[in-house]
């Protein structure tokens, strides 16, 4: 029982880990969803070949969706301009949920891309509001350039 509280106490005190880990992984996750976009032009067929305006989405998948999974993963998975990196992806996945899998819960049919398209959402969110952290690029640019600052130049 004592070892439990201890981490706990450890998690209370070092909440930032948490939020470190969870937007390094969403970065990894990210990046990794924007290669497989990128590699498998037919998964993205299939995936949006039930819209009206087939040639638009495909066009705009490719020109904003794949470069904004592969920079903004990459960027969060780093911490570097991490508030940046989440809002850009957040519209990408209002549009997986609204627009790709909501449609599609009235079928019946597995669902987990719309649960874990939520969820990723959710974190995004939770990145966004939280920022860098202290595990990240942000976090040793920011600590550096108070350095210097506190550092009066000789003359």
Do not use: C
Not at 86 to 115: C, D, W
């Amino acid at each position: 029982m004592n070892s439990i509280n201890h981490y706990k106490q450890w998690m209370q005190s070092h909440a930032d880990v948490g939020i470190d880990l969870v937007r390094m992984y969403l970065g990894v996750g990210l990046l990794v969803k924007g290669v497989h976009f990128m590699s498998n032009p037919d998964y993205l067929t299939q995936l949006l070949g039930t819209s009206d305006n087939t040639l638009f989405v495909q066009a705009a998948v490719a020109h904003y969706v794949i470069p904004a999974h592969l920079v903004g993963g990459f960027l969060l998975a780093i911490g570097l301009l991490t508030r940046l990196a989440a809002f850009s992806q957040i519209p990408i996945l209002l549009g997986a949920i609204f627009y790709v899998h909501l449609p599609k819960t009235m079928l019946i049919q597995p669902r987990e891309n719309l649960e874990f398209s939520a969820l990723v959402l959710f974190l995004l969110i939770l990145v966004f509001a939280y920022g860098s952290g202290q595990w990240s690029v942000d976090h040793y640019l920011s600590k550096k350039g108070s350095e210097s600052e506190s550092v009066p130049s000789q003359v």
